[in-house]
């Protein structure tokens, strides 16, 4: 009597398995919508080099394709700057209406800005801060909580865990010298612990000079063909000029958790005109006003 045949039948995936590939296929069609869409922009890898390398010239070219798509239309898209120090610009993140807003509201109250003490923790007058500035509590306003909503969205962050704005204007041959957002004291990190990201927000153009100068940042910067444009001072690092609407988001920690000492920044002085800008600082945990 002839023994009965078993078909071999293939091994089982796992559970496991099957989840991770259902999960890398649908971050591969989310990274690919968003691409399709212009909101999310990607240098490309080139000669060996590493993202942290900054392929400048795929930044360069996108950025000048995308520039001359938004002439006039004032399309939100963002931008990567940086990867040392984490920098990203989201384009026209902010209306003319809110810039002005955010203007009106501050100019009764300007005062000379000022910086913190690293020993005591406190507010010291320097020569390395020439500004003038005010802050307008979170949530002030419809105008400020929409900002703020746009800010979290951006940055992927709770609106609790921002600071409340600093509206900075600077005349001309006003400064900020390159300095660190996050803390070496004790005393400011008891609210919301240390300072993890900025965003840094542009409410007027600047005809020359008043870059945000990354002074410690890595790459082949002098590269870019708008080097020749940039300030004495924005020649000196990364620079990114400002533009009315404009955001800057860069981070002061690394993702481990440990401070970037290439996130040091300064503002250049203002050459010809006026510059106006919104500052958010976000923190670790929940900041409470």
């Not at 440990?258 to 900041?287: F, M, Q």
């Amino acid at each position: 009597m002839a023994k009965p045949r078993y078909s071999r039948l293939p091994p089982r995936k796992s559970a496991s398995s099957t989840m991770m590939l259902a999960m890398f296929v649908m971050l591969i069609f989310v990274v690919l919508v968003l691409l399709s869409l212009g909101i999310l922009s990607i240098p490309s890898i080139s000669g060996g080099d590493s993202p942290k390398a900054n392929d400048l010239n795929s930044i360069v070219r996108n950025k000048l394709d995308r520039i001359e798509e938004d002439e006039g239309r004032r399309e939100q898209w963002v931008e990567v700057i940086s990867w040392e120090p984490r920098a990203f610009v989201y384009h026209n993140l902010l209306t003319q209406e809110e810039c002005d807003h955010l203007i009106s509201l501050a100019k009764p109250h300007m005062q000379k800005s000022t910086v913190v003490d690293s020993e005591t923790g406190k507010s010291k007058d320097s020569r390395v801060r020439t500004s003038s500035g005010t802050f307008l509590a979170r949530g002030r306003d419809k105008f400020i909580r929409n900002i703020e909503k746009k800010i979290a969205d951006f940055t992927f962050i709770p609106v609790e865990h921002g600071e409340g704005l600093q509206v900075l204007h600077y005349e001309v041959g006003q400064k900020y010298e390159p300095h660190f957002d996050y803390f070496l004291d004790e005393f400011n990190t008891k609210n919301g612990g240390q300072r993890m990201a900025t965003v840094l927000m542009y409410l007027s153009d600047v005809e020359e000079g008043g870059e945000t100068v990354f002074p410690a940042a890595k790459g082949n910067i002098s590269s870019v063909p708008w080097w020749n444009e940039l300030s004495e001072c924005g020649q000196k690092g990364l620079s990114i000029k400002p533009k009315m609407g404009d955001a800057l988001l860069f981070w002061s920690m690394k993702p481990d958790a440990s401070l970037d000492p290439s996130s040091l920044h300064g503002g250049c002085p203002v050459i010809t005109g006026n510059k106006w800008s919104a500052t958010k600082w976000i923190r670790v945990n929940e900041y409470k006003v």
